[in-house]
């Protein structure tokens, strides 16, 4: 029994989820997001780095041009430093913005919005010798290892065969002059680059399924783990026990106080059962004193026939009353006609006259 209650053998709850979210617990892949920042990286030099080879090239030449007059000086230095900076600037910002985009949504795609604070404080563990030693030489550790050397692997198989399968144009660019052997030189490595990030990419696909399958594992629960739990969100079972008997015993109560007063008992026939009392000197309309379903439905009836209290079935009229009728509260006026029709019919059985209807408001 004591193995049974030990083993994970239930889902995690969604009380259990959040509480791991917020501890920082999520299923998190830094390959994904490394594999598609290197896509997202190829494709964008791609687009824009014509402009920041352009950049490069017209820098070298304005600088290696004025070789003969430049006479360098502390103003013509920093003057220099920054109107390339500011250029160079100018030219990557487009790659390096959308790259930080393409960073954090890839990041919030895996995890969405997680804010952690107790995260930014330091923590000297994470610094500890012994402990780095301990994860690195951990199963963990030693499978990260393990993949990442497939990976070295993979990303070496995947070059190679570019290089192979382009190999008569790798001959023929040897051939090329100094500007058409860069821009060849260019496109081939953004080409392998895009390449391996794609190959990449579907192993971090693998690797995140890897994860979310062992992070649902080590959320599962044991018996226990959700006793405990429901213990904990709903209090000790014995006193929402006693809390429930209290309660029911009030019900009870209710009903064994209203239903002697009930004038007559509405049913659905036997799952609903609503009694309703009159008294025109008193009310301004039929009041509900007492309503149930199944068991309490059975007790209405019951004591109604211990009272001499009549009980009509009327299905509509008493889902409605049911429905939107609380205990001590009158009859909507919707109910007024189908109500009095009732009570007159009860007022015949008992051969009483019946009391003026209530009015419409």
């Known amino acids: 029994m004591a193995e049974f209650a030990g083993e994970k053998s239930f889902e995690a709850t969604a009380h259990r989820r959040q509480e791991a979210r917020e501890q920082g617990q999520v299923v998190y892949s830094q390959d994904l997001g490394s594999a598609a920042l290197l896509m997202l990286g190829a494709l964008l030099l791609m687009m824009f780095g014509g402009g920041l080879l352009k950049f490069c090239a ?44 393409g960073g954090v949504f890839g990041t919030v795609l895996q995890i969405g919005l997680l804010w952690l604070p107790d995260r930014l404080t330091p923590d000297i563990s994470r610094i500890s010798p012994a402990s780095g030693l301990k994860r690195i030489f951990s199963l963990t550790g030693v499978s990260k290892l393990g993949f990442g050397l497939f990976k ?68 599962r629960m044991t018996h226990q783990e959700i006793r405990e739990e429901m213990k904990n969100i709903q209090g000790d079972p014995q006193i929402v026990s006693r809390r429930r008997a209290i309660q029911r015993q009030m019900v009870l109560n209710r009903i064994a106080t209203g239903v002697p007063k009930a004038d007559v008992v509405v049913t659905n026939p036997t799952e609903l059962a609503i009694a309703i009392q009159y008294a025109p000197e008193e009310m301004a309309a039929p009041i509900v004193v007492a309503k149930g379903a199944g068991v309490l439905a059975q007790r209405i009836r019951r004591l109604a026939l211990e009272n001499d209290i009549p009980v ?49 408001a």
């Not at 079935?313 to 009158?330: C, I, T």
């Open 152 to 219: 070295v692997l993979i990303v070496g198989i995947v070059a190679s065969a570019i290089v192979w399968l382009r190999w008569n144009d790798v001959m023929r660019s040897t051939g090329l002059d100094t500007p058409q052997f860069a821009k060849f030189l260019v496109k081939m490595s953004l080409d392998t680059a895009l390449w391996i990030g794609l190959v990449l990419f579907l192993l971090a696909i693998l690797d995140y399924g890897l994860q979310r399958w062992k992070f649902e594992q080590d959320l």
């Open 312 to 360: 009509v079935e009327r299905k509509p009229l008493a889902q409605l009353l049911y429905k939107e009728v609380d205990v001590g509260k009158p009859v909507p006026t919707e109910t007024y006609a189908a109500v009095a029709e009732v009570l007159a019919y009860v007022y015949q059985l008992k051969g009483k006259k019946m009391p003026a209807p209530p009015k419409v």
């Open 58 to 101: 017209e820098t070298m030449r304005n600088q290696l041009g004025q070789v003969n007059e430049l006479r360098l000086t502390q103003e013509t230095l920093v003057f220099q430093v920054i109107q390339v900076g500011y250029g160079l600037g100018m030219v990557l910002l487009p790659i390096l913005g959308l790259m930080m985009l």
